[in-house]
């Protein structure tokens, strides 16, 4: 049985899926900005081809290696939340992001300073499941209920 949404529901909807499409989409702009400079593109010229400045692509750049590196092998992202954005883009399906998100293999928290003294609280991991996952939760790429599912099956392993 299908519901229909009230119009305002529905403009939501698609407001948070284009957001989705946007964030995915960007990934892949950076990845591709990367993998040129990578293959011998200077800034200069990458500058040209984007029709920015330099300081842009060199700023770019910066985000590209840790934002968008290159897509894992029988997956849809490079990173855990590039996932979670092409599921909320519609570009995968629930079973194949929960399928992806739970054998991703994240990176470890980084340990806690051990000397009181100098506490300033835990560094992020960008690879962890807490910043990759918990990202794309906060911004609006899971669902409660999608989280919820990841833990379960990560604690099953």
Not at 36 to 65: C, N, W, Y
Not at 69 to 77: E, F, K, L, N, S
Not at 117 to 145: H, I, K, M, Y
Request: hydrophobic share 40%; charged share 30%; net charge negative.
């Amino acid at each position: 049985m299908t519901t229909m949404m009230k119009p305002d529901e529905q403009l939501i909807a698609d407001l948070g899926r284009e957001k989705a499409r946007e964030t995915a989409a960007h990934i892949a702009y950076l990845r591709h900005l990367r993998q040129l400079h990578e293959r011998g593109f200077i800034q200069v010229r990458l500058a040209k081809i984007v029709g920015v400045s330099q300081p842009t692509i060199s700023d770019m750049l910066r985000r590209a290696r840790v934002d968008a590196p290159d897509v894992r092998p029988g997956t849809h992202g490079g990173t855990a939340y590039e996932i979670a954005a092409r599921y909320a883009a519609g570009e995968i399906s629930r079973t194949a992001m929960l399928r992806e998100l739970t054998g991703w293999k994240y990176e470890r928290p980084a340990e806690p300073n051990p000397f009181e003294w100098a506490e300033d609280g835990n560094p992020a991991t960008e690879g962890s499941f807490t910043v990759q996952v918990g990202r794309a939760l906060r911004d609006g790429f899971l669902t409660d209920e999608d989280y919820d599912a990841l833990l379960e099956a990560l604690a099953d392993r």
